[in-house]
């Protein structure tokens, strides 16, 4: 069935560093991707989508780009913010097929001042 | 607009009790779900409803009563609760691609 996968975390960083988080999927058609971050105590928040290859998502500074010939959507930023501290979930969705999401375990990250 | 509600915000249960967890939305999507969160495993979905009077499985249904007789809502029904149900339930709304989720319930089961 279809997955995704996600670098374990934690992932800690201090403030201005660069950000990588991995993600990979397995999915039959042509999935829609998806970012989603969650604050503490909050539910989850849309951070940006790509919905064909070679698409780029982005949003508040960060970026990921829809690469269908490694199967993957790695989210990144240049410069992160104590405020971009919490968990961030890659997610995809079946293409023509109801509106099921597929979450991957979810990547917590922690930014040092 | 107030979106995606959900209540109550935490809830303690002992074994075998029964409870419903309570979802709304005023956006007029037709199709809504529930998740729950649990450390490691992201989200997984438990059922989910197309419209008023339709509703289907997810990943993880067993335990779990759903029925939709409105757009609006769709609540959740914890029949005999098990300490396996300890979790976060999210509730969503989906339309075009774009899921809006309610704040969560933190689901404790002694």
């Known amino acids: 069935g279809d997955s995704v996968t996600q670098m374990e975390g934690p992932v800690t960083l201090s403030e201005e560093a660069f950000l990588t988080i991995n993600c990979t999927y397995t999915?039959?058609?042509?999935?829609?991707l998806f970012w989603y971050v969650q604050y503490p105590g909050e539910g989850l928040q849309l951070l940006l989508k790509a919905t064909k290859a070679d698409d780029k998502g982005s949003n508040k500074g960060f970026e990921a780009t829809y690469r269908k010939e490694t199967t993957s959507f790695h989210l990144e930023k240049g410069s992160v913010q104590v405020s971009d501290s919490a968990v961030y979930f890659c997610a995809l969705i079946r293409d023509n097929y109801g509106q099921n999401f597929v979450f991957g375990p979810g990547t917590r990250l922690s930014v040092l001042p | 607009n107030a979106g995606v509600t959900q209540t109550p915000k935490f809830q303690v249960l002992k074994t075998g009790q029964s409870m419903t967890l309570q979802c709304a939305q005023d956006m007029n999507h037709e199709y809504m779900s529930w998740y729950r969160q649990d450390p490691g495993m992201g989200l997984r979905l438990i059922h989910y409803s197309v419209g008023a009077g339709i509703t289907d499985q997810g990943e993880v249904p067993n335990g779990y009563n759903v029925s939709r007789s409105t757009t609006e809502d769709f609540p959740l029904r914890l029949l005999s609760a098990a300490p396996s149900q300890t979790s976060v339930y999210f509730c969503a709304s989906t339309s075009a691609l774009a899921v809006f989720f309610g704040q969560g319930t933190r689901l404790t089961v002694v």
């Open positions: 999915a039959t058609g042509y999935p829609s």
